[in-house]
């Protein structure tokens, strides 16, 4: 009961740890009142009656019938707080079920963002290969549209200088 008690939360711990301690103070005394009852007793009659074995039936019958109910009273006090145990320790196990499962519905969406994105950065790179081939392609036909421009131009001099002459 002692790890028990230390295991909980601080607050929770205190309170079942000053119970703790009450129980073992109750447990030496208990202990004391069986060394002192066993070396007291001379004779059968005087330790009969401090265990509770009096003469009387129903003396005897009313100390264990409260001594029955106190320890079915903690019994059922303990069969409780299992039961709250349980109910907690079902709500957590529920609880990381959940949690678990949204987990993997986002990495599922991380995986698929992170394809979608390798698809694009691919077709990136590709229209940047196209682009860059369209380019030296302008280029190139802008040279020779000038290089035709200027023979064009060159011809006509030539005709106009030849008529002239």
């Known amino acids: 009961m002692d790890m028990e008690a230390r295991s909980l939360s601080p607050d929770k711990s205190r309170a ?35 265990l509770g074995l009096g003469d009387t039936y129903y003396s005897t019958s009313a100390g264990q019938r409260e001594r029955m109910l106190a320890a079915t009273e903690r019994m059922q006090k303990t069969s409780d707080r299992l039961q709250v145990g349980k109910q907690q320790l079902a709500e957590t196990e529920e609880l990381g079920v959940t949690i678990l499962q949204d987990l993997a519905r986002q990495r599922e969406g991380i995986v698929h ?4 994105l390798h698809g694009a950065d691919d077709n990136i790179s590709k229209a940047r290969k196209v682009l860059g081939t369209m380019s030296k392609r302008i280029v190139a036909n802008k040279i020779i549209m000038f290089g035709i421009a200027a023979f064009l131009l060159a011809a006509i001099f030539l005709i106009i200088y030849v008529k002239f002459k």
């Open 16 to 50: 079942l740890l000053s119970k703790v301690k009450e129980y073992k103070a109750d447990l030496s005394s208990l202990k004391e009142q069986l060394k002192q009852a066993a070396a007291g007793a001379s004779d059968s009659d005087a330790a009969r009656a401090e």
């Open 113 to 116: 963002a992170r394809d979608t």
